[in-house]
């Protein structure tokens, strides 16, 4: 079994491909659930509802987040009754939003939220929150700790970002779905997306027994790179990764998860990095990872998966 | 001061002809709850958004119910995750429910919330639910207690009514903002609306001290007939009379209302149960009653507040 690792929209784009690329079965989803937040008494998890749109194929290409064909009726009508409009939701995306938080009232588990959600779409994917307990990712500025969607949203990510805090991490366990087959050995690998390391994947790897489990079975664990020639095709990863002092590269990236990671996949922008990436010891590999359309995620994804396949040789074999 | 109580659209309608006939400060309305319920974990009050979308002039007069120019995205968008659909949802009246939801779930009450809707609205009449405790009505069929909205919109009214149980009536009080000028002797006179009387008035008339207040005072209360020549022109008040082996005509609303009621204003098609009114002891006014726009409304309204500007005198006199 495959675990991959997601958070935002890059990510939900390369669970589509390895949803092509594999049986429904040796796949398992985990998704970030750190920027879960409530918003006018909707629970709403961005990033759970990226993997699934991508899944289900109703996802925005052009606006890049949300549903196609969307419509916003709905939050005109808030906005004339003077509610607050930074977080925009859209009618359709309400339907998931509203029926998820009375499922959510009514006793339900965001692990069977996600599932009644994904069985509802149609989806035969495996698709598992990171964990049933909330964890909340603050972003560490000047200003104080900011929510993440204050932060991501509301303030367009001007903050500089100091640092990070998982709100909750304590007190949250990897959902057994995802964390039992790899505690006990029956993972074969892990794709870590191309996502915000900082906010979407490390997150997962900070619950309780992750990074031991890998570490002790040794499962090879394979980055696909969220920088691409010094930028993040989405979201604030390479103005955090500045702000943090970090070097704006895959390096940079594989630096952050040194100690955890195999391989890295990098874009064809980036073939300069693969000289030092080896150095670092990483297996490499140079490829398209834009991901303009399902056939560039489902070879990204085959060539991620074909990387894993062979550090479990090489690890088997040595 | 004059109270107005008001069940569905077509008391609606009435209160926006009472809201142009008399000074914000004069008028208080009185808003049926008992039809209120949680639907997919929003909290529906339909009779309330009727007022305020009549009032606001948002309602639509085509359908008869619900905001003009609606929408229905979200609604596609959760039929097609498998919710039920048989309670329609507009997208623009899903503003209301959700901010409303998400206000009684930070505390506030039916009353506090009708008030920050009414204001947001621009509305500067006074509008209250008649409890801050939720009453609700069951309707006893032959298949046992069935919940309003149950029977009116999945059933269709199709099952025989053969009574009313307002579910909580016991424990909930009359909202001072109406009862108290009520039993403090300062209500110039009762309108009732053209409202079904079994599921839209009597559960207002049910709460504690309600009827003694009026009859201590001896407020003259007037009615607008909701049956129109056998018929109610929307809603099952007839259905439910012919059932309940009343006369379906205005005097058999009369009969219900007895003891109550001074006088009423009916329909020209009705101008033959004038006599029978007058022998039943009552004020009578034959007028357009059918609101088709807010200049009949609004002379309709006149009609009825004449007529309880002469009930006060005649009272005053004797």
């Not at 709905?74 to 939701?89: E, H, I, Q």
């Not at 040194?258 to 064809?268: A, I, Y």
């Not at 073939?271 to 670092?280: I, Y």
Request: negative net charge; charged residues 20%.
């Amino acid at each position: 079994m495959i675990i991959a690792l997601t958070g935002g929209v890059g990510g939900a784009k390369l669970v589509a491909g390895l949803a092509r690329a594999l049986p429904a079965d040796d796949l398992t989803v985990v998704v970030n659930t750190a920027d879960d937040f409530d918003h006018l008494g909707l629970r709403i998890m961005p990033d759970l509802d990226s993997v699934l749109y991508a899944l289900a194929g109703l996802n925005d290409r052009e606006r890049g987040w949300g549903r196609a064909d969307e419509t916003w009726h709905c939050r005109d009508a808030m906005a004339a009754l003077g509610a607050p409009t930074w977080f925009n939701l859209g009618d359709k995306d309400l339907a998931l939003h509203i029926l998820r938080t009375h499922w959510l009232h009514t006793g339900q588990s965001y692990a069977g939220v996600a599932r009644m959600l994904a069985r509802r779409l149609g989806l035969d994917a495996r698709v598992v929150p990171m964990s049933d307990q909330p964890v909340a990712t603050m972003v560490l500025s000047g200003d104080g700790e900011i929510p993440f969607q204050d932060y991501f949203v509301r303030r367009r990510c001007e903050p500089r970002a100091g640092g990070f805090r998982y709100a909750g991490i304590d007190a949250a366990l990897p959902l057994p779905q995802w964390y039992e087959p790899l505690a006990g050995g029956c993972c074969a690998g892990v794709v870590i997306c191309p996502s915000n390391p900082f906010v979407s994947i490390e997150p997962i790897l900070a619950l309780r027994g992750v990074r031991e489990a890998i570490a002790h079975w040794g499962v090879p664990v394979v980055a696909v790179s969220p920088i691409v020639g010094g930028r993040a095709l989405k979201g604030p990863a390479a103005k955090m990764m500045a702000e943090l002092g970090m070097d704006v590269s895959p390096a940079g990236v594989a630096e952050r998860y040194r100690g955890l990671l195999g391989g890295m996949v990098v874009d064809d922008a980036d073939a300069g990095q693969v000289a030092r990436l080896r150095d670092m010891g990483l297996a490499v590999e140079v490829t398209d990872t834009v991901m303009t359309d399902t056939g560039v995620a489902e070879s990204l994804a085959r060539t991620a998966l074909a990387m894993v396949g062979r550090l479990r040789r090489e690890r088997e074999a040595g």
